[in-house]
């Protein structure tokens, strides 16, 4: 009898074995899309068991996930999934390593994203009030399964509409995002613009303080949004709330809060883009304190700045210290030179591609 029990606990161990081990050696795909009743998801790709011509069909489970699993020795593929092996997905192929477990969310039909305004939006912590612009990528009607980095901009009246926009020229955030996301270059992200505070926006927008201007709100400010702008957000959206998924973006003065909160909250915020931004405040206080600084701070960092009166100098100063502290071009760091461009609207709506899919490129976003 004991040889027996033995022999079937021996029996289950190898069981177990084979299924951890056949567990390792699966690579796996979920796809999670509500499709209807009736409906499916098939995958197609580069590499056998797929191909570009007919669908394999995907399993679903509870939570409208749809799942596809195959052999390691694959290797890596590039995949898109289908409704009923005729709808594509938007955007551009999925890359899997052999190995992984990658999750999808995908939408079937190319389309602008949507705008909501919050006005009136209260901030105790400055004593005052100011609108909310909200850009909600394509899908967010679409795929409700789906949650969503978010990019935090300044001066939220410049971005969206040319008739808020300063000297009317808008930033045309939606429509570059629109065109990147259905273009398969950027991920999708919700875009929370944040007005300035107008009269305010020196003091709210700085680090104490510049002998000729003053300034020196710039923590109040940070606070605004750590307590109360984030909060809200998080709350009625469906947003991914960790640092990975979480940015700063603005330029001029809203280049200088950027860098300036992202790279004290690295915990909130792990990319910022800082463009032409006015690394000159308080005798170039930010770069002097990166070349002191005697750790690398774990964000990922755009900057820029054109070549036409465009504080290029404090600009390619502030690179400079970044490398010295570790920072690599191209990795975690992306240092444009905008030829030509100046200190205006037109000039950051022109490259603002550029920052957006370097902070938010296809397939990166961490769910």
């Not at 040889?3 to 074995?17: K, M, P, Q």
């Not at 567990?23 to 056998?48: E, M, Q």
């Not at 290797?75 to 192929?93: F, H, R, T, Y």
């Not at 710039?218 to 809200?232: D, G």
Request: charged share 15%; proline share 5%; aromatic share 12%.
């Amino acid at each position: 009898m004991c040889t027996f029990l033995l022999s079937r606990a021996r029996a289950l161990a190898c069981l177990l074995l084979l299924v951890f081990a056949t567990a390792a050696d699966a690579t796996t795909v979920r796809v999670f899309y509500d499709v209807g009743w009736g409906n499916r998801i098939t995958l197609r790709g580069n590499k056998a068991p797929f191909s570009w011509s007919t669908g394999v069909n995907a399993t679903w489970s509870t939570g409208n996930a749809w799942t596809y699993t195959w052999a390691n020795s694959v290797g890596d593929v590039e995949l898109k999934p289908l409704i009923n092996d005729a709808a594509w997905s938007v955007g551009a192929n999925y890359k899997v390593k052999a190995g992984a477990t990658v999750d999808i969310y995908p939408f079937f039909q190319a389309r602008a994203g949507t705008l909501v305004k919050v006005n009136n939006f209260s901030s105790p912590q400055l004593g005052n009030t100011r609108t909310l612009r909200i850009y909600l990528p394509p899908s967010y009607s679409l795929n409700p399964l789906k949650r969503y980095p978010v990019l935090y901009m300044h001066d939220g009246q410049n971005l969206f509409e040319a008739s808020t926009a300063f000297g009317g020229v808008e930033w045309r955030v939606d429509e570059t995002a629109n065109s990147l996301i259905n273009n398969g270059q950027m991920d999708e992200v919700i875009v929370v613009g944040i007005d300035n505070g107008g009269s305010s926006r020196i003091y709210e927008y700085t680090p104490c303080c510049d002998p000729e201007y003053g300034g020196g709100g710039a923590s109040v400010y940070e606070r605004f949004i750590l307590e109360t702008v984030k909060p809200y957000i998080d709350q009625s959206y469906r947003t991914l709330p960790g640092n990975k998924n979480t940015a700063l973006m603005g330029s001029s003065l809203g280049g200088l809060v950027s860098f300036y909160m992202g790279r004290r909250q690295p915990q909130v915020f792990s990319k910022l883009g800082a463009l032409s931004s006015s690394f000159w405040w308080n005798d170039q206080m930010l770069p002097r304190e990166v070349e002191a600084a005697t750790t690398k701070v774990a964000v990922n960092i755009y900057i820029d700045a054109g070549t036409s009166s465009d504080g290029l100098p404090e600009t390619t100063r502030m690179r400079d210290a970044l490398v010295v502290d570790g920072y690599v071009q191209g990795s975690d760091l992306n240092y444009y030179v905008a030829q030509g461009a100046g200190h205006n609207e037109s000039a950051w709506a022109a490259r603002l591609h550029i920052p957006l899919t370097y902070l938010f490129p296809w397939q990166s976003t961490v769910y």
